[in-house]
Nanobody, 126 residues
Framework: VQLVESGGELVQAGGSLRLSCAAS????????MGWFRQVPGKEREFVAG????????YYADSVKGRFTIARDDAKNTVYLQMNSLKREDTAVYYC????????????????????WGQGTLVTVSS
């Protein structure tokens, strides 16, 4: 499966952005999808995940209440709505498809995701 992220840009603290991830190459609706982020010198960090058919979602504590993950299977796209952005949200954001389908326990570690996009840069200024 090929994943292409978009939507990253420079935004002021307190602002909002919506990232998109377009998938192609295989049936998307059964994939568990995740968003990760990474800053230089640090490991890739789980941000949010969503199961097939949106049965369940899961968020990192650092973004809970501010970010929302959603999917549109008709468009083969997963979204990450980011509100109340903080400087510490600055990172390259990656979309990923898990190696298998998960119903309730969304995986939060990068090795459990088999396919990755190229990333999109989000910069939050004060």
């Amino acid at each position: 499966v090929q994943l292409v992220e978009s939507g990253g840009e420079l935004v002021q603290a307190g602002g909002s952005l919506r990232l998109s991830c377009a998938a192609s190459g295989r049936t998307f609706s059964s994939d568990t999808m995740g968003w990760f982020r990474q800053v230089p010198g640090k490991e890739r960090e789980f941000v949010a995940g969503i199961s097939w058919a949106s049965v369940s979602t899961y968020y990192a504590d650092s973004v809970k209440g501010r970010f929302t993950i959603a999917r549109d299977d008709a468009k083969n796209t997963v979204y990450l709505q980011m509100n109340s952005l903080k400087r510490e949200d600055t990172a390259v954001y990656y979309c990923a498809a898990a190696a298998r389908a998960y119903d309730t326990q969304i995986p939060t570690t990068a090795p459990l995701y088999a396919h990755w996009g190229q990333g999109t840069l989000v910069t939050v200024s004060s």
